[in-house]
């Protein structure tokens, strides 16, 4: 990183406008005791699918996957760490990297595995992002909403007529998009 004068609008400066290679060595977050033993080093920059602990906040004591990165704004998602919205909705609550400690590295990438100096075998199937035999992953995304909702809909009654029968098939709930939000004009003026 380039070093910037010690003045603080300076300092900011470079914050706000560092390149994203940058950034991501601003990211760092401290390791945990025993991944301080293990790779000899202090802190590493955060990725994608590392395990950290929360430090402060309502959430602090939990170890959880980060979810994203978002460099741009120096944040990451967690995934379960949510912040419930006016409208009653769950949304992803954004944390700092001083809030967090790394419990479990992510060694999926050979570029990391080989920046930490760790050998293939000393590499364990949950580090690499496998689970072990036997475990199912599970089902996340769009696509296990799609599985899940057949099999909550209700089988069909067998002793209503075949007509009422097929409506209910042709009836089939569609989730439909809210309308996009229309601006409000002006009041046409009235006429005299």
Do not use: C
Not at 159 to 179: K, M, N, R, Y
């Amino acid at each position: 990183m380039r070093s910037s004068p010690h003045a603080p609008r300076r300092q900011r400066r470079a914050v706000f406008q560092a390149p994203i290679h940058e950034r991501r060595l601003r990211m760092t977050v401290p390791l945990s005791r025993e991944l301080r033993q293990r790779f000899r080093r202090r802190h590493v920059p955060i990725r994608k699918g590392d395990t950290v602990r929360i430090l402060s906040g309502s959430y602090a004591g939990r170890e959880e996957r980060v979810a994203k990165v978002w460099r741009r704004s120096y944040a990451v998602t967690i995934e379960g760490v949510t912040l419930k919205t006016a409208e009653e909705k769950l949304k992803p609550l954004t944390l700092k990297t001083s809030h967090l400690v790394i419990t479990r590295l992510n060694l999926a990438d050979p570029w990391r595995r080989r920046s930490l100096h760790v050998r293939e075998e000393e590499v364990t199937p949950e580090e690499r992002g496998k689970l072990p035999e036997g475990e199912a992953a599970p089902a996340t995304g769009p696509a296990a909403a799609t599985d899940a909702a057949p099999s909550a809909a209700p089988a069909p009654n067998p002793a209503a007529d075949d007509e009422e029968d097929a409506a209910d098939v042709d009836e089939a709930p569609a989730t439909v998009a809210p309308p996009p939000k229309r601006r409000r004009s002006a009041p046409a003026p009235e006429a005299p």
